[in-house]
């Protein structure tokens, strides 16, 4: 196989990937199923990835650099506290939503080793400093990352307990996905309130 080949048939295989980890989850996927919906045979898959996890591992840390890459360019972005909090919190509502897997990811994978995590996806403690440090000089305070963690808290635990939520709630994936629009927009009016 050409070069060009082996990286349409990679992209394939993760484009299939993608789609059935976000359909079923990471235990309801299985790798016949990413092979038959790549339109390739379960050997090619391992060929390119060894295995499920793998393949979920790359996907995963690919979806967490483009959801950081996303965050660091608002964190970046000249613009007041009120414009950035709510493009925080659109930015992880739109990964999420493509990707409710990440968040368990991202959970497990800084638990077994915080450190390793943050190489894998070139995280550094400059990451939230502009963000955290407009915080502290605007609003003269000394809890910017309180505040940062709370606009953190409010829009990834829902996806966390999205399950445990929508047996408790009677909710349906239609109505889950309208309680998260409803909390697009109330989180950064919450986060206000709170400043």
Partial sequence: MSEQQDIKTEEKIKNAALKLFYKNGFAGTKTRDIAEEAGINIALLNYYF???????????????QKMFTGVKNVFNKPSNIDEKIKSIVDNYIENLRINPNLPLF??????????????????SKDFISPFFNQIKEELQTENA?????????????????????????DMNDEQFTDFIEERRKLIPAWIKTML
């Fill in 106 to 123: 991202v959970l497990s994978a800084i638990q077994a080793d915080a450190t390793g995590f943050m190489k894998k996806t070139h995280l």
């Fill in 50 to 64: 060894r295995s499920k996890e793998k393949l979920f591992e790359i996907i995963m840390e690919e979806s967490l």
């Fill in 145 to 169: 990352l309180q505040i940062i963690l709370n606009i953190l808290a409010l829009t990834i635990f829902p996806f966390i307990a999205k399950p445990l939520w929508l047996i408790l709630s």
